[in-house]
T-cell receptor, first 112, second 113 residues
């Protein structure tokens, strides 16, 4: 079954600290993997898109990694800010871009 | 450049009614896709339109339908509303398709009473 799992389900960190969110998938054949940030009551905003050949992609303080062999991705947030408080959703596209699966998301809370 | 605009922002309906949601994509974007988001199920894909044609469809009943106009604006209709249809409905636009970077609107929060 094509699935995307994310961990942890929720995370609380202090402002200025780093954190890493995980995304594991079972889909095949893999097309690309995207990370989105969704503030409460708003639509998701794209952070990164990675294809099979890309291992790392950065967007400011956000760095995503992809290991296509183990079917794992991580999103690392450096020097967290209060505005990083949001849900982070991993989306994996497969079957030559014809299908995709959303992960359940990780809820991050950054406290002062 | 204006973002994706969804109207209305909030909507309250009763069971059995129907509802139409509107989405105006970013200028130049020809692909519009719709999603349902609930706390229990997360984000789920409804359908995608490109150049006025439905190109992809998720696993939702026929009560959920949509269309796209020549100016790329899209509408989504839900008939015979059920309590379980209460959700945040999001639309996203992109230049050519859902396999590239998507730009989401803020969504329409639908409550079915």
């Amino acid at each position: 079954k094509n699935q995307v799992e994310q961990s942890p389900q929720s995370l609380i960190i202090l402002e200025g600290k780093n954190c890493t969110l995980q995304c594991n998938y079972t889909v095949s054949p893999f097309s690309n993997l995207r990370w989105y940030k969704q503030d409460t009551g708003r639509g998701p905003v794209s952070l990164t898109i990675m294809t099979f050949s890309e291992n790392t992609k950065s967007n400011g303080r956000y760095t995503a990694t992809l290991d296509a062999d183990t079917k794992q991705s991580s999103l690392h947030i450096t020097a967290s800010q209060l505005s990083d408080s949001a849900s982070y959703i991993c989306v994996v596209t497969y079957n030559y871009g014809q299908n995709f699966v959303f992960g359940p998301g990780t809820r991050l809370s950054v406290l002062p | 450049k204006a973002g994706v605009t969804q109207t209305p922002r909030y909507l309250i309906k009763t069971r059995g009614q129907q509802v139409t949601l509107s989405c105006s994509p970013i200028s130049g974007h020809r692909s519009v896709s719709w999603y349902q988001q609930t706390p229990g199920q997360g984000l789920q894909f409804l359908f995608e339109y490109f150049s006025e044609t439905q190109r992809n469809k998720g696993n939702f009943p026929g009560r959920f339908s949509g269309r796209q106009f020549s100016n790329s604006r899209s509408e989504m209709n839900v008939s015979t509303l059920e309590l379980g249809d209460s959700a945040l409905y999001l639309c996203a636009s992109s230049l050519r398709g859902w396999n590239e970077k998507l730009f989401f609107g803020s969504g329409t929060q639908l409550s079915v009473l």
